[in-house]
Antibody
């Protein structure tokens, strides 16, 4: 059974940093693109970042470029999102998500809440 | 960036109704479109990919159609479990983008 379990969400002050982790199991992690998708409270879904199987091709939404870094450790079956210079508008549930093919998501984690507030 | 526009934003329907949700892309995305269902407090669930391919385990009352810039998600006979919010997503090019969502309510 495919499982994606996020951790690391917390309350952080504006300008602060946070690292999210996603532990994957039930599939061969290293052969799939992985993503982070977020959802602000009461709002829609927003794709944040994607990383290809080997980690050499990475994409970000413009609003997080230069502040967030997606990475993966295939030996540990883990996905990460390092977040710097956090803003109030980064407040959201962050989902770890596995791509099924070209770029859609066929498996989602349960999400981890990041709250940026003073 | 490719903008995805869903309509309507809210849809009132009854059990047994045929429901259609539309998604428009700001430029052609071929058939690189997915549909998701999300219930409150839960992660989204993939329903349709490649515009019309039904994800394994998804009931056949869900169907997708379209190509280029116009797409539709149809629920042939709405069931109680289908009251939720639906999102389209294009994956023709990065940045990947979602539509604003359609809430299907009673």
């Amino acid at each position: 059974e495919v499982q994606l379990v996020e951790s690391g969400g917390d309350l952080v002050q504006p300008g602060g940093s946070l690292r999210l982790s996603c532990a994957a199991s039930g599939f061969t992690f290293g052969i799939f693109w992985m993503n982070w998708v977020r959802q602000a409270p009461g709002k829609g879904l927003e794709w944040v970042a994607s990383i290809e199987q080997g980690g050499s091709e990475i994409h970000y939404v413009d609003s997080v470029k230069g502040r967030f870094t997606i990475s993966r450790d295939n030996a540990k079956n883990s996905l990460y999102l390092q977040m710097y210079s956090l803003r109030a508008e980064d407040t959201a549930v962050y989902y770890c998500a596995r791509s099924g093919g070209r770029g859609y998501v066929n498996y989602w984690g349960q999400g981890t809440l990041v709250t940026v507030s003073s | 960036d490719i903008q995805m526009t869903q309509s309507p934003s809210t849809l009132s329907a009854s059990v047994g109704d045929r429901v259609t949700i539309t998604c428009r892309a700001s430029q052609s995305i071929s058939y690189w479109l997915a549909w998701y269902q999300q219930k409150p407090g839960k992660a989204p669930k993939l329903l349709i990919y490649k515009a019309s391919s039904l994800e394994s385990g998804v009931p056949s009352r869900f169907s997708g159609s379209g190509s280029g810039t116009e797409f539709t998600l149809t629920i042939s006979s709405l069931q109680p479990d289908d009251f939720a919010t639906y999102y389209c997503q294009q994956y023709n090019s990065h940045p990947l983008t979602f539509g604003g969502g359609t809430k299907v309510e009673i």
